[in-house]
């Protein structure tokens, strides 16, 4: 294990996690505004080691990412990875703790017997819906990072102060389980966060954001993550003995017929959105859907090519929210090569005015974004070759 970065324990989160650390994701109370680590027992899942590491030992780096010309190989570990995309040491420590949350999520996705709300693993010792198990963990893994200073999920939209500094620090937003009602029918789900610099998480940009990524649970876990000012999105395979491996570099987001329309009852009273779905049927683009957000993104980056709309109309309003999902989403699509809009400018460009703010949204290349842009609105700013949201 990349035990350098000195993060976690990495036999908590292996499938031979023994039941003491199991009962620890219980330990919290409902997550509220007095959050703290102090609410944690001391049989944390993230193990001795992780408390090793004192606040004031970690020196974050302030050198400019620009400087870095090493390049990153197929087969690096993640903290390989890391340590050759940013020289920005708390942020390295903080995309690795939330690498280990990812893989311990896994692990509960996996093995949890769901029923209605609740879900019991085979000890019988989790009682909890799987995404408020993931809440948990993920609120575990920032506060022990040591250099989060907020952190905000969609199952509570208020800031949590997770105990970090602000100088050098971070605050993080995350959608624990995107596409826990898919669960029980055993489809892919996934964990979305992004991350700022400081403690604002509110009168910023998706552009701001210094990291984002996705974890997604399917036939194999991933590890799906971009580092602002470095170039292409990057994924990480979960190997069989926990370690994390790079697989695969994306770059370029190419033209290609496949397509993924969300929110398709909107086409009934949205005669434009009607008009753009007939359209991809027409050419007899491929239906790749699923219904959740997380695969149906990261098949376009996958695949290097495809579209994902989820359209509003005037009885079916926004559902995605930009902080949790749609401005980290962006980043990954946009630092891919890709191309992101709500109708008209990049959904980086978006100021997140209030937490729970929600936004229609297309990802994709760049003639479908244009065809997107131009369908439901007539005209597309990315015609007149201006540089938008993670291209600016």
Same mark, same amino acid.
């Given at each position: 294990?990349?035990?350098?970065?000195?993060?976690?324990?990495?036999?908590?989160?292996?499938?031979?996690?023994?039941?003491?650390?199991?009962?620890?994701?219980?330990?919290?109370?409902?997550?509220?505004?007095?959050?703290?680590?102090?609410?944690?027992?001391?049989?944390?899942?993230?193990?001795?080691?992780?408390?090793?590491?004192?606040?004031?030992?970690?020196?974050?780096?302030?050198?400019?990412?620009?400087?870095?010309?090493?390049?990153?190989?197929?087969?690096?570990?993640?903290?390989?990875?890391?340590?050759?995309?940013?020289?920005?040491?708390?942020?390295?420590?903080?995309?690795?703790?939330?690498?280990?949350?990812?893989?311990?999520? !896994?692990?509960? /996705?996996? @093995?949890?017997?769901?029923? &209605? $709300?609740?879900?019991?693993?085979?000890? +019988? %010792?989790?009682?909890?819906?799987?995404?408020?198990?993931?809440?948990?963990?993920?609120?575990?893994?920032?506060?022990?990072?040591?250099?989060?200073?907020?952190?905000?999920?969609?199952?509570?939209?208020?800031?949590?102060?997770?105990?970090?500094?602000?100088?050098?620090?971070?605050?993080?937003?995350?959608?624990?389980?995107?596409? !826990?009602?898919? /669960?029980? @029918?055993?489809?892919?789900? &996934? $964990?979305?966060?992004?991350?700022?610099? +400081? %403690?604002?998480?509110?009168?910023?940009?998706?552009?701001?954001?210094?990291?984002?990524?996705?974890?997604?649970?399917?036939?194999?876990?991933?590890?799906?993550?971009?580092?602002?000012?470095?170039?292409?999105?990057?994924?990480?395979?979960?190997?069989?003995?926990?370690?994390?491996?790079?697989?695969?570099?994306?770059?370029?987001? !190419?033209?290609?017929?496949?397509?993924?329309?969300?929110?398709?009852?909107?086409?009934?009273?949205?005669?434009?959105?009607?008009?753009?779905?007939?359209?991809?049927?027409?050419?007899?683009?491929?239906?790749?859907?699923?219904?959740?957000?997380?695969?149906?993104?990261?098949?376009?980056?996958?695949?290097?090519?495809?579209?994902?709309?989820?359209?509003?109309?005037?009885?079916?309003?926004?559902?995605?929210?930009?902080?949790?999902?749609?401005?980290?989403?962006?980043?990954?699509?946009?630092?891919?090569?890709?191309?992101?809009?709500?109708?008209?400018?990049?959904?980086?460009?978006?100021?997140?005015?209030?937490?729970?703010?929600?936004?229609?949204?297309?990802?994709?290349?760049?003639?479908?974004?244009?065809?997107?842009?131009?369908?439901?609105?007539?005209?597309?700013?990315?015609?007149?070759?201006?540089?938008?949201?993670?291209?600016?």
């Amino acid at each position: 294990m990349e035990a350098s970065i000195a993060c976690c324990s990495a036999r908590a989160f292996l499938p031979g996690v023994s039941t003491q650390h199991s009962t620890a994701l219980a330990a919290p109370s409902a997550i509220s505004p007095s959050f703290s680590s102090k609410s944690l027992k001391s049989t944390s899942l993230f193990g001795e080691s992780l408390r090793q590491v004192p606040r004031s030992s970690l020196k974050v780096s302030k050198t400019k990412q620009s400087s870095l010309v090493t390049k990153c190989e197929i087969g690096d570990s993640l903290e390989e990875f890391l340590t050759k995309a940013t020289r920005d040491k708390g942020l390295i420590r903080l995309m690795m703790c939330m690498g280990e949350a990812i893989r311990t999520i !896994s692990f509960k /996705v996996r @093995t949890a017997s769901c029923g &209605g $709300t609740a879900c019991v693993n085979s000890f +019988g %010792d989790e009682q909890l819906a799987v995404d408020m198990l993931a809440d948990k963990l993920l609120f575990e893994a920032l506060t022990y990072s040591h250099v989060c200073k907020y952190a905000c999920s969609e199952e509570v939209p208020e800031l949590q102060d997770m105990g970090g500094p602000v100088e050098g620090g971070f605050s993080v937003a995350f959608d624990p389980l995107d596409g !826990s009602s898919i /669960v029980d @029918t055993n489809f892919t789900v &996934g $964990t979305i966060f992004g991350v700022w610099p +400081g %403690d604002k998480l509110t009168g910023v940009t998706g552009a701001d954001q210094v990291a984002a990524a996705m974890g997604i649970y399917g036939p194999r876990t991933t590890y799906v993550l971009a580092i602002k000012g470095f170039p292409g999105t990057h994924e990480f395979l979960l190997l069989d003995e926990g370690k994390w491996q790079h697989v695969k570099e994306t770059t370029e987001i !190419s033209e290609g017929k496949m397509f993924s329309p969300g929110n398709l009852r909107a086409t009934f009273d949205n005669p434009d959105y009607d008009k753009l779905v007939n359209y991809y049927v027409k050419e007899k683009y491929t239906l790749r859907y699923t219904g959740g957000m997380v695969p149906d993104v990261n098949q376009i980056i996958v695949k290097e090519k495809g579209v994902f709309t989820n359209v509003i109309s005037p009885t079916t309003k926004a559902k995605l929210r930009l902080l949790f999902e749609v401005a980290p989403l962006g980043l990954l699509v946009e630092n891919a090569g890709g191309y992101s809009s709500d109708g008209h400018q990049s959904v980086l460009d978006k100021v997140i005015g209030k937490l729970d703010e929600r936004t229609q949204v297309a990802y994709g290349s760049k003639n479908e974004i244009i065809r997107f842009e131009e369908t439901l609105y007539g005209s597309s700013r990315l015609k007149g070759g201006v540089a938008v949201g993670a291209a600016a």
